[in-house]
């Protein structure tokens, strides 16, 4: 079973030569609220959330790994994961996106082979989740990002970019962020999001991971941007440093950003036409800036993440 986790790892490095999927939407269903059953008779009436696929099918006979859960972060449900025993090993389960193969005779999804549409190039993947492993303390969930383009030319799929990510031990609610690194400059046509129950490193014996909440990075940095042709704003990935594009032909009068309680942290006026590159020297953590042009009554809010 390690093996075959150490060999899906090696893949990440390299081109991906799975089939091509666009099958599902961005990211769907990233609150678990939705739900579609096995349609099989008891006891195989398990669930999975919709727009993902799980190893249940594959491990069903013993217990489904993929369960609904009522302990939400936030809304009615959760996706509750567990690794499962059989034949005296143990296997991780497992959720992703869109509609991957399920390996039958090795209990797993076949990663690779999954995903879901997306247009533009994420800075990050984020969401809640609580873990423990009774029997193995030093176990750790996994989560696992990757973003493809189907190379047309070559007829095969190609690595755009790559984000994991050990999940360890936490009783309560946890935010994650998975950052993604860029190995291509071309823009991803799909990613493929991947959860298992159990680092695939040190598999665990009894990993018990719940996730809620997840979603991607708004496009370019940006969130709900009023007018996005005119005014544009950029995050270096990994660093307190933005790029505000003015293509308005307008005076920026204000820009200001407000920290999680809404205090405001930083304040700049007076941004002329072009780009104009602003480091941002505030401690870590989630920030919403707001961008005004009193001449044409140009109002811009957005969402920003400070890492070190």
């Known amino acids: 079973m390690k093996t075959v986790f150490t060999y899906l790892m090696l893949l990440l490095a390299v081109t991906l030569f799975s089939g091509y999927n666009t099958s599902a939407q961005d990211l769907p269903n990233g609150g678990m609220e939705e739900w579609t059953p096995s349609g099989q008779p008891a006891p195989f009436d398990w669930e999975e959330p919709t727009g993902w696929k799980s190893n249940n099918s594959a491990v069903e006979f013993i217990s489904a790994a993929v369960a609904k859960s009522t302990q939400a972060y936030e809304g009615v449900y959760s996706c509750f994961i567990k690794t499962i025993p059989m034949f005296g090993s143990y296997i991780p389960g497992m959720l992703v996106n869109g509609e991957p193969n399920v390996i039958l005779m090795d209990y797993t999804i076949d990663i690779l082979s999954g995903g879901t549409p997306v247009t533009y190039r994420p800075d990050y993947l984020t969401g809640y989740y609580k873990f423990d492993d009774p029997e193995v303390p030093d176990d750790s969930a996994f989560v696992l990002v990757i973003l493809k383009k189907y190379n047309f030319l070559l007829a095969k799929i190609d690595t755009v970019g790559l984000g994991s990510m050990k999940l360890p031990i936490v009783s309560t609610y946890t935010q994650f962020t998975v950052n993604v ?124 993440i400070i890492r070190k």
Do not use: H, W
Request: charged share 15%.
């Open 181 to 304: 690194d860029y190995i291509s400059a071309e823009d991803p046509d799909s990613i493929i999001v991947a959860f298992m129950s159990s680092n695939p490193d040190t598999i665990g014996s009894k990993g018990l991971l719940y996730i809620d909440d997840i979603s991607l990075s708004p496009s370019a940095g940006i969130n709900n941007t009023s007018n996005p042709d005119k005014v544009r704003v950029y995050q270096s990935y990994n660093s307190r440093m933005i790029s505000i594009e003015n293509n308005s032909g307008k005076l920026i009068t204000l820009v200001s950003l407000y920290n999680s309680l809404g205090q405001v942290v930083f304040t700049s006026s007076y941004l002329l036409p072009g780009i104009t590159c602003i480091n941002l020297n505030v401690p870590e953590g989630v920030y919403f800036y707001q961008i005004n042009s009193t001449s044409d009554n140009l109002v811009q809010k957005g969402k920003l």
